[in-house]
């Protein structure tokens, strides 16, 4: 019998699988280093550029091959100007629930709040959070802030504290602050496609190319690359997977995917066969190199003597590896920890990126969602929080800012086994997933509007077994403010298909009259 991963199935449409990449570049250890040696062009040769070692490989998506002398200048002169604004997206592949991260607020005296509380637990008696700390179901915390911010709550699995996530200082309350000048993450519900299908297949490439046309293959970003980006430098735009993401795929500007940096000489990851995770055989493949291999076998010997070389390198730029600043700790070596590490570094190490997307987790829990989606939160809550204060220990948090996506939300009402009770009960795919924005520069607070959850307040109305969350926010308008606000484009709606974007509303009623609605404006030029 074959078993599906249904994770790997739903990650893999993020990727492109129509298009092969058009070369493999080598990334040298020397561009992750600021060029040490010099950054002229006889500098930049190969040869100079590749004697202290390779940090790994980037399949690289372009319209022509690239020459190396020209990617490499590129990216130096990335280096000597002023850096510029950088995007992460992560995208949480499944279906992120959406009304289990953020729920009405248990603990308010509002009549109106109280009657959506009444129906999300009438919805979901099984899943649902309860109000106040954790007990016997997982509790909530209410944000804080003005307009509709104190209508609603976290859930406490991704609220930093021992009895919640785990993590004493990181979650997405530390993040979130007071809502006001102080908050750094921008919460918002309910948000998705105007014209959204509940299909993984359709609506996740209605959201990576920003188009309800599904024959349209460059994505939202990537039109933003053909625009604004470099003809010959790679790096401006990377998947930090196997292959490339759909919302990066240009249609004649080069970006890549790099599957991981640097590469750990013969440090091995056997967990996906049984063994362990980071398993190094530096020291004993250093000590097979220094075996003799005796007269006449001149081919051995220079195989063993490549292992030396190998270990050598690996030992002389341990430097490189993937580090951490003191004070910051992600919750642990797993994919997407190493990744946001990966992320941080490159941003650090190659000025020039200004994209770098990410793909995480199962998210489509039909069945066991308390089992399988709070762990996941626990995780990305510490891990996106130790990720921004990773860019801060590296003073890059000013110009790097997160955004994160699903391609749909999930029904109102639970679908549990009524024999099986909380253990099974999951939802099924549903409209109005949550989007978060991150960064030190992000006007955070509850940054768009919800629009409640009672029976009919749903879509079809009144029919909560079938109920969808109302869509009071085009994904396209999110789109909208990173483009203008973030990225600086001065055509932002000729980028995004489906016609006409109306600007982001914020349901905390801040900034209506203001350009600027997830962003802090730029500070004047002087």
């Known amino acids: 019998m074959t078993v599906r991963c249904i994770q790997c199935e739903e990650i893999e449409l993020a990727r492109v699988?129509?298009?092969?990449?058009?070369?493999?570049?080598?990334?040298?250890?020397?561009?992750?280093?600021?060029?040490?040696?010099?950054?002229?062009?006889?500098?930049?040769?190969?040869?100079?550029?590749?004697?202290?070692?390779?940090?790994?490989?980037?399949?690289?998506?372009?319209?022509?091959?690239?020459?190396?002398?020209?990617?490499?200048?590129?990216?130096?002169?990335?280096?000597?100007?002023?850096?510029?604004?950088?995007?992460?997206?992560?995208?949480?592949?499944?279906?992120?629930?959406?009304?289990?991260?953020?729920?009405?607020?248990?603990?308010?005296?509002?009549?109106?709040?109280?009657?959506?509380?009444?129906?999300?637990?009438?919805?979901?008696?099984?899943?649902?959070?309860?109000?106040?700390?954790?007990?016997?179901?997982?509790?909530?915390?209410?944000?804080?802030?003005?307009?509709?911010?104190?209508?609603?709550?976290?859930?406490?699995?991704?609220?930093?504290?021992?009895?919640?996530?785990?993590?004493?200082?990181?979650g997405f309350d530390t993040l979130y602050g007071d809502g006001l000048d102080n908050s750094h993450l921008a919460v918002m519900p309910a948000v998705d496609g105007l014209k959204y299908n509940l299909s993984h297949f359709d609506n996740s490439d209605i959201w990576f190319e920003a188009s309800y046309d599904l024959n349209?293959?460059?994505?939202?970003?990537?039109?933003?690359?053909?625009?604004?980006?470099?003809?010959?430098?790679?790096?401006?735009?990377?998947?930090?997977?196997?292959?490339?993401?759909?919302?990066?795929?240009?249609?004649?500007?080069?970006?890549?995917?790099?599957?991981?940096?640097?590469?750990?000489?013969?440090?091995?990851?056997?967990?996906?066969?049984?063994?362990?995770?980071?398993?190094?055989?530096?020291?004993?493949?250093?000590?097979?190199?220094?075996?003799?291999?005796?007269?006449?076998?001149?081919?051995?010997?220079?195989?063993?003597?490549?292992?030396?070389?190998?270990?050598?390198?690996?030992?002389?730029?341990?430097?490189?590896?993937?580090?951490?600043?003191a004070g910051v700790t992600y919750p642990n070596t797993n994919t997407l920890s190493t990744r946001l590490r990966t992320a941080a570094q490159l941003l650090e190490k190659s000025p020039g990126t200004r994209i770098i997307t990410i793909h995480w987790g199962g998210f489509d829990t039909h069945t066991l969602q308390l089992k399988n989606q709070d762990s996941q939160l626990k995780e990305f809550s510490r891990a996106l929080a130790a990720f921004q204060q990773d860019l801060k220990a590296r003073t890059i948090d000013g110009r790097v800012s997160t955004l994160v996506f699903s391609e749909f939300g999930r029904r109102v009402k639970e679908t549990p086994d009524s024999s099986a009770g909380a253990n099974d009960a999951g939802t099924d795919h549903g409209a109005g997933g949550l989007m978060l924005a991150m960064g030190t520069n992000v006007r955070g607070g509850l940054a768009s509007e919800w629009p409640g959850c009672r029976p009919g307040d749903l879509v079809p109305a009144n029919n909560v077994a079938q109920g969808n969350l109302k869509v009071p926010t085009d994904f396209r308008s999110v789109y909208l403010s990173v483009l203008?606000?973030?990225?600086?484009?001065?055509?932002?709606?000729?980028?995004?298909?489906?016609?006409?974007?109306?600007?982001?509303?914020?349901?905390?009623?801040?900034?209506?009259?203001?350009?600027?609605?997830?962003?802090?404006?730029?500070?004047?030029?002087?």
């Open 17 to 170: 699988r129509d298009q092969r990449p058009a070369q493999t570049l080598p990334i040298p250890y020397a561009a992750m280093d600021g060029f040490p040696a010099g950054r002229s062009p006889r500098d930049l040769t190969r040869r100079k550029l590749l004697q202290w070692g390779v940090a790994g490989f980037a399949s690289v998506y372009a319209a022509k091959e690239l020459l190396w002398d020209e990617v490499w200048n590129s990216v130096a002169e990335a280096h000597d100007a002023s850096p510029q604004n950088a995007l992460v997206v992560i995208y949480l592949a499944g279906g992120n629930d959406g009304l289990n991260v953020i729920m009405p607020n248990g603990q308010s005296t509002d009549t109106t709040v109280q009657q959506h509380w009444s129906a999300y637990q009438d919805a979901r008696p099984f899943i649902g959070r309860q109000a106040g700390p954790s007990g016997t179901k997982v509790g909530s915390t209410p944000l804080k802030g003005p307009g509709d911010a104190t209508h609603l709550a976290f859930a406490n699995t991704t609220v930093a504290g021992t009895a919640n996530n785990g993590d004493s200082s990181f």
């Open 216 to 325: 349209n293959k460059t994505g939202w970003l990537g039109r933003w690359i053909d625009r604004n980006g470099s003809d010959t430098n790679p790096l401006q735009a990377i998947s930090i997977d196997s292959a490339l993401a759909k919302e990066i795929r240009t249609l004649s500007k080069p970006v890549c995917a790099i599957s991981s940096l640097p590469m750990g000489g013969f440090k091995l990851n056997a967990s996906n066969y049984g063994g362990a995770n980071g398993l190094d055989l530096n020291p004993m493949m250093n000590s097979l190199a220094g075996v003799s291999t005796g007269s006449g076998n001149t081919y051995l010997g220079r195989s063993r003597s490549t292992y030396g070389l190998t270990y050598a390198t690996q030992q002389q730029l341990g430097s490189l590896a993937l580090t951490t600043p």
């Open 484 to 526: 203008a606000e973030w990225l600086g484009d001065s055509d932002p709606v000729g980028l995004l298909g489906g016609g006409a974007v109306a600007p982001l509303v914020r349901g905390d009623g801040r900034f209506t009259t203001e350009a600027y609605k997830l962003f802090q404006p730029p500070p004047p030029v002087v």
